[in-house]
């Protein structure tokens, strides 16, 4: 006897799942209007403003700057994350507490703190570069994922393993590579996600840091709000989902969502 799926969880199902997908929705139909501002239901149908992206320079100039700055960013944020998670769980009874809180504080302090901060003593300070000086924000502003996404996955690793295959004569970065990388790659993985979609979609801190010539896509659909008002900026918030899909469509197809679980 099958048992009857209560009438309220049905419609608290579709509420929520209403609540998620109306805003995408939205986004989606006021991106394809064919009028010259934002509205939605759309007024006639037109992929117009998807050219218009990358008929306006300034959009396809921090298409660029974006892609190559949270590239570098997560790579940079991976090579000093995951030695120092691999530090802060191999030898965690050796090491301070306090010291895994340091690779939290970035996540701790507000953006708009920490990007005024870097303009500050960087930007201003050092007379250091823009680009570079985004690069170092946004490396900062995603170490923390890396970390303790990295850090997750060695929790579970037996290190005894590590033990076992130096004790019979292989060398310890030898080791590190050929054993400990390769079963915590599911979390390597994930970090550079979370860490790659958390920098091209940020807004506090890169708002302190850009400067002249040097500005990142958040930044820039910012400026072309206070100046216009058509759906150029619902096709790049549609683009942005869509690199988000891709990324995760990627990763299916090649590894599998529940890799990233175990």
Not at 29 to 35: F, H, L, Q
Not at 167 to 172: D, E, N
Request: hydrophobic share 55%.
């Amino acid at each position: 006897m099958t048992s009857r799926i209560n009438p309220l969880l049905i419609l608290f199902t579709v509420v929520v799942y209403i609540f998620l997908m109306g805003p995408l929705i939205i986004v989606l139909g006021a991106s394809v209007s064919d009028t010259t501002y934002l509205t939605f239901p759309p007024q006639g149908l037109t992929l117009r403003w998807f050219e218009n992206i990358f008929e306006i320079s300034a959009f396809r100039r921090t298409i660029i700057t974006s892609l190559e700055l949270a590239f570098l960013a997560t790579g940079l944020a991976l090579l000093v994350g995951i030695p120092a998670a691999y530090a802060l769980n191999r030898y965690r009874i050796k090491l301070p507490s306090w010291l895994s809180t340091v690779f939290v504080l970035p996540i701790l302090v507000p953006e708009i703190v920490l990007g005024f901060s870097l303009l500050k003593s960087v930007a201003v300070g050092m007379e250091t570069p823009i680009f570079l000086t985004l690069l170092i924000g946004h490396m900062l502003l995603v170490l923390p994922y890396c970390v303790r996404v990295v850090s997750a996955s060695l929790a579970s690793f037996d290190f005894s393993i590590e033990e076992a295959a130096v004790s019979l004569g292989s060398p310890p970065v030898k080791t590190f590579f050929t054993i400990v990388l390769p079963n915590v790659r599911s979390g390597v993985i994930a970090a550079f996600i979370l860490a790659f979609i958390t920098s091209i979609n940020d807004v506090s801190t890169s708002l302190f840091l850009t400067g002249p010539g040097i500005s990142t896509l958040p930044i820039q659909i910012l400026a072309h709000v206070e100046q216009f008002f058509d759906p150029t900026i619902a096709s790049v918030s549609v683009l942005l989902m869509l690199l988000t899909v891709a990324v995760m469509a990627i990763v299916e197809r090649t590894l599998g969502l529940t890799f990233l679980a175990k």
